[in-house]
């Protein structure tokens, strides 16, 4: 049977009427709707919790609703998965994938680590779960820096997939760490040319980054912080205006947030149409594709059993740090 994504069947029902319709099968699935920060407002809106990687692992794991849809990429819906097997987990569009999780293969990530014995292996929550169930513990940008510095001192690490990041960790750690050569596009393609004249023309503004960001973004920065961080610095800081190095979704929390301060995207280079950072595969989602994977109960995501075991004994270990 054909994957239905956005039924035609639809097309006449109004905004509202759609959105009503899904809140009914809410009840009726007694279901949970996830969404990450980079989702569009009206998904954000539609969310039962809103939150980055880090946070949305633990509402998936404290969740009791016998069915997950998750707004957010796969490798986010596998998480969910993962920790928990018994329940149903959507995700809106089975193609909402990840830059950064596919730059890491797992049969050339097993080659990686077999290259590189005895290492402990920190794996960023952005990978797929067969390289989650090859790692010995998984971070978030949130506790990036406490989960290296929870090791052992004496123990040689590798961290994967982002080198960013991993070169973020290592400046704030201080520890040498074997980095996986992979980067998320949508930081990478901020514009640090056109950054610079931004803050030229913005010199009262503060520049706010995610750690995924090059080093020069971030040495550039006046905070770095994952998604959850960013939005809390922009409500404490007395400052009016804020220049946003990270995907744009954020906007639409912050802007809610501090509805009186100004909050600009850091731009991106020239192929992007709306000259600013966006993911195109969080943007695959949309409430019709919402209503649609609910109503018909797929995509649902599946995992071997020894797949998903490897990645929860990983992930559980970073829950237990809190």
């Not at 803050?199 to 520049?207: F, I, N, V, Y």
């Not at 020239?270 to 109503?295: F, H, I």
Request: aromatic share 6%; charged share 25%.
């Amino acid at each position: 049977m054909p994957m239905i994504l956005d039924d035609p069947a639809l097309d006449g029902i109004s905004e509202y009427g759609l959105r009503e319709a899904l809140l009914a099968l809410r009840t009726e699935r007694n279901a949970v709707f996830l969404a990450h920060y980079y989702q569009t407002p009206d998904i954000q809106e539609l969310a039962d919790f809103v939150g980055d990687s880090l946070a949305l692992a633990q509402a998936a794991d404290r969740t009791g609703a016998d069915t997950i849809l998750f707004c957010g990429v796969h490798f986010m819906a596998e998480t969910a998965k993962i920790l928990n097997p018994g329940r149903t987990v959507l995700l809106p569009d089975l193609d909402a994938g990840c830059s950064l999780a596919d730059s890491a293969p797992a049969d050339k990530f097993r080659a990686f680590l077999d290259a590189h014995p005895g290492h402990t292996v920190v794996s960023y929550i952005n990978c797929s779960a067969a390289v989650k169930a090859m790692s010995d513990i998984i971070c978030t940008s949130s506790n990036a820096v406490r989960v290296v510095n929870s090791l052992p001192k004496n123990r040689p690490v590798i961290f994967a997939p982002d080198k960013h990041l991993g070169a973020y960790v290592q400046r704030m750690t201080g520890r040498r760490l074997v980095l996986w050569d992979g980067v998320c596009e949508v930081h990478v393609d901020i514009s640090a040319d056109k950054l610079k004249l931004l803050l030229g023309k913005h010199p009262e503004a503060k520049l706010v980054a995610h750690p995924e960001c090059p080093e020069h973004i971030l040495a550039e920065a006046d905070h770095v912080g994952s998604t959850s961080s960013l939005l809390d610095f922009v409500q404490r800081d007395p400052a009016g205006t804020f220049i946003v190095a990270t995907e744009a979704g954020i906007l639409h929390r912050m802007r809610e947030a501090v509805p009186h301060k100004v909050l600009i995207p850091a731009p991106a280079h020239a192929n992007n149409t709306c000259a600013c950072s966006e993911c195109p595969y969080m943007k695959r989602n949309t409430v019709r594709k919402m209503y649609t994977a609910l109503r018909d109960g797929r995509p649902a995501i599946e995992l071997p059993e020894d797949v998903r075991r490897g990645a929860e004994r990983s992930l559980r270990r970073m829950l237990a740090l809190g």
